[in-house]
């Protein structure tokens, strides 16, 4: 019997596949390449965290956990909550272990939105925002930053695009792709335009603790939004545990209640062995923690005044492990740009276009690489935009 219809969910059928995965895999088959692609520390899981889940499976903890995750580790990520961010949440009921960050934001779009509802997506963004919202039955509306503000959200422009169809904000500080961190005076400029207007936050933090020159400010500590904010985080980018896949959600009693509903349904609980490992890195991980902070500092200015002595503007990011530097100058688009460094350079690097509109004429470079690998490759890149002069002439 032939088929002649597809029946594949129109929805996936107009999601377009990541773009970042596009040149990882065409990196894969090439030799020699420098990445500067992925966003993954480079650093190997403290041991004390690894062998806390080796104990754990010793002693035979391997069953399921309760979906909402272990007690134990629920109770030491509201400790945590509390001493690193200033935001108070009760472990049995407003806290959520997930299957990574990426479960976490997954299940908060689910549990708010209703088929219509606008969420606003605030670009260069994370490639996964827009179709999480679309998926959920929702219309993103995305606003665009851009790098004479240092990618930093202006109030006027969130005032511009709420209607009476928003429903939330999604913000994503430290931001991935730009590293750009909002202090608590613009975070409050957003808050009060966030509680006028009756909306709710969903704030995907899971790079708080890589922030750089000021503490990380979450925005669910500020004055009347704790109650109207979805707070994401987890142990991928800050702890080095990116394999793990765990991550967490801290929010109101209703709207946990309405999380959990999806993740019992959707994953049961998250790996038992994980969430061992996560209470030893929430217990006696801090210095580690701040180790990595300390090198990823070191790195990201080595990789800001690199490419400005080889002709790329860039702005100075607050957080996260990536730099994006301006590639206007070369008039190659930023997927061209990245293409033909890959082609002729062998380094690979996140054309801006990819992260949203407001990406282009950027590439996303992260440095959570060793520091020989970006010195590599700066000086391809380097020799990458003297050929390009070259061509121009």
């Known amino acids: 019997m032939n088929i002649t219809k597809s029946y594949v969910a129109k929805s996936v059928e ?3 596949p990541s773009g970042i995965r596009k040149f990882f895999d065409l990196a894969a088959t090439m030799e020699g390449v420098v990445s500067l692609g992925v966003g993954e520390p480079d650093f190997v ?6 062998e806390a889940a080796i104990n754990s ?3 035979g903890f391997t069953s399921y956990t309760a979906n909402a995750g272990l007690i134990a580790l629920r109770t030491e990520i509201a400790r945590y909550m509390s001493e690193r961010f200033h935001v108070e949440y009760a472990p049995k009921e407003e806290i959520i272990v997930t ?3 990426s479960q976490a934001l997954d299940i908060a779009m689910r549990a708010v939105t209703d088929p219509g509802d606008e969420i606003i997506v605030v670009e260069p963004c994370f490639v996964s925002y827009a179709p999480l919202v679309e998926l959920a039955g929702g219309r993103a ?3 665009g930053t851009t790098g004479e503000t240092g990618f930093k959200l202006q109030p006027e422009q969130l005032e ?3 209607t009476a169809k928003t429903k939330a904000v999604l913000l994503c500080y430290p931001n991935n792709p730009t590293g750009t961190q909002l202090e608590r005076e613009d975070l409050e400029l957003i808050a009060d335009i966030v509680r006028k207007h009756d909306l709710l936050v969903i704030a995907d933090e899971i790079y708080a603790e890589l922030a750089y020159d000021q503490p990380h400010t979450s925005i669910a500590a500020l004055d009347g939004m704790r109650e109207r904010t979805i707070l994401i985080n987890g142990f991928s980018k800050g702890f080095a545990m990116t394999g793990w896949r765990l991550g967490f959600t801290c929010a109101p009693k209703e709207i946990s209640s309405a ?6 349904y959707a994953m049961m609980c998250a790996s038992t062995p994980a969430q061992y490992a996560a209470i030893e890195a929430l217990q006696h991980g801090m210095g580690d923690v701040e180790s990595m902070k300390k090198d990823y500092r070191r790195r990201r200015n080595y990789m800001v005044q690199s490419f400005k002595e080889i002709g790329l503007d860039c702005h100075l990011p607050g957080g996260a492990f990536y730099v994006f530097p301006s590639i206007q100058s070369t008039g190659l688009t930023s997927e061209q740009f990245a293409e033909q460094l890959l082609l002729e350079e062998k380094v690979a690097v996140v054309p801006g276009s990819v992260f949203g509109e407001g990406g282009e004429g950027y590439i996303r470079c992260s440095y959570a690489s060793s520091m020989s690998q970006l010195q590599e490759a700066v000086k391809r890149i380097s020799r990458f935009l003297d050929k390009q002069k070259g061509r121009a002439i």
């Open 57 to 59: 499976l010793e002693r």
């Open 160 to 162: 511009a695009a709420i």
């Open 45 to 50: 899981t403290t041991w004390s965290v690894r």
């Open 141 to 143: 509306v995305t606003i």
């Open 259 to 264: 999380m959990l509903k999806i993740h019992q």
């Open 14 to 16: 107009r999601m377009r």
């Open 99 to 101: 299957v990574g960050a």
